[in-house]
């Protein structure tokens, strides 16, 4: 294991602290708002958790460790270009596949040092160029805040609630 420096562990607070918003504010969702499109898009609460948990999946496991897990079931998003982060599954199912994710990026990163270069930081087929464990986290970052901003939106379009999450 790593030692831990300053940075290490603001990165990963900064993490954790978006995760902890994008739960926040879709906590207390009903089944039809979970499920229901308030964007042009088309895209849903439910399938923009499930694309998150997949992001969590993508750069946790497969770009810093080099190895993945087996889906729990078919990932639309994987399946299909058109998937538009929608889902079919279950809520509960969701929440907690994007958790398990989440759990797994974090066991990863404590075995890291910001600066580490992990296995699969050279893959070309990469949506964002990354060389290091701080680019890999900052992504995570970047991506978790821009979706719990697209949640915000939702949320408030949904039911009128605002201001959701701890800040």
């Given amino acids: 294991m790593t030692s831990r420096s300053a940075e290490h562990d603001g990165l990963l607070a900064c993490l ?5 918003c994008v739960l926040a504010i879709v906590s207390d969702l009903d089944e039809t708002s979970w499920r229901r499109s308030v964007v ?3 895209w849903t609460p439910l399938g923009l958790l499930e694309h998150l948990g997949e992001a969590e999946r993508l750069w946790g496991q497969i770009v810093l460790a080099g190895r993945v897990t087996p889906r729990q079931w078919p990932s639309a998003e994987a ?6 982060f929608v889902s079919d599954q279950g809520v509960v199912d969701v929440i907690a596949f994007y958790q398990d994710q989440c759990r ?3 066991r990863v990163l404590a075995g890291l040092a910001p600066d580490d270069r992990p296995p699969g930081v050279r893959r070309p087929d ?7 464990v701080r680019d890999v986290v900052l992504h995570l ?3 978790t805040a821009r979706h719990a901003g697209h949640l915000d939106i939702a949320r408030e379009l949904l039911d ?3 201001g959701l999450g701890p800040r």
């Fill in 16 to 20: 954790s602290a978006q995760r902890a």
């Fill in 40 to 42: 042009p898009t088309g």
């Fill in 79 to 84: 399946d299909r270009a058109d998937a538009g």
């Fill in 104 to 106: 797994q990026t974090d």
């Fill in 126 to 132: 990469l949506p964002t160029p990354v060389d290091n």
């Fill in 141 to 143: 970052v970047e991506e």
């Fill in 160 to 162: 009128g609630r605002t």
